[in-house]
Structures are given as structure tokens and as C-alpha cells.
């Protein structure tokens, strides 16, 4: 599977932006869709994922903040992200689970200015 991330830029803190993953396959075939995330001179986080079935895990510093969800219609995984703070600057990456195997978008850089 093929993913397409998009929607990232620059806004201010407080501001909000939405990510965009498209997928080259229905991604109700797909079990997990998720987002990670990798800040300069930082290892690569894990930020939400969402199963097929709907449960949602987020990481303690986005929870209340940031929103996963999928659109089968369009083979899309969003992510809301509001209130974003400054610590959000990263490179965000799409990421897909089929069959235990991993799949992984090209980044889309989110900066947020204080």
C-alpha cells in the first residue's frame, strides 16, 4: 500500500491544522492506521492510531488535543490537531498495519510558532 500525507505548515500556537493520509487501497482492508511523529534530534513517536473496529489510542501529550479518524468512502486517514503548542513542531508520518506489517507515508512537516 501506497500512503499520502498531507496537510501540514505553519501556524501559531493555538492554532490548528488537519493532516491528511490517503491510501492506494480501501483502508477497511486495513487493520491500524495511525500517526507518528519525529522533532529534530528526537526518535520517532507514536502520536494515535485507530484499528478497524474503531478504538483509538492517543499519546498523553495530544490527548484532548488531536483526533484520529478514517473515511472509508474516501480511503482516508485525518488528524485534527487543535491547540497546537510549539513542542508539535515534528515531521508527522502516516503509518498503515496490514497483516503485522508496517507501512509508511513520506512526512509532512508541521511547525508551530510561540
Known amino acids: 500500500v501506497q500512503l499520502q500525507a498531507s496537510g501540514g505548515g505553519l501556524v501559531r500556537a493555538g492554532g490548528s491544522l488537519r493532516l491528511s493520509c490517503a491510501a492506494s487501497r480501501p483502508i477497511s482492508t486495513i487493520f491500524a492506521m495511525g500517526w507518528y511523529r519525529q522533532a529534530p534530534g528526537k526518535e520517532r513517536e507514536a502520536v494515535t492510531v485507530m484499528t478497524d473496529d474503531g478504538s483509538t489510542r492517543y499519546a498523553d501529550s495530544v490527548k484532548g488535543r488531536f483526533t484520529i479518524n478514517r473515511d472509508n468512502a474516501e480511503n482516508t486517514a485525518y488528524l485534527q490537531m487543535n491547540s497546537l503548542k510549539p513542542e508539535d513542531t515534528a515531521v508527522y508520518y502516516c503509518?498503515?498495519?496490514?497483516?503485522?506489517?508496517?507501512?509508511w507515508g513520506k512526512g509532512t512537516q508541521v511547525t508551530v510558532s510561540s
Open positions: 503509518t498503515a498495519i496490514i497483516e503485522g506489517v508496517a507501512y
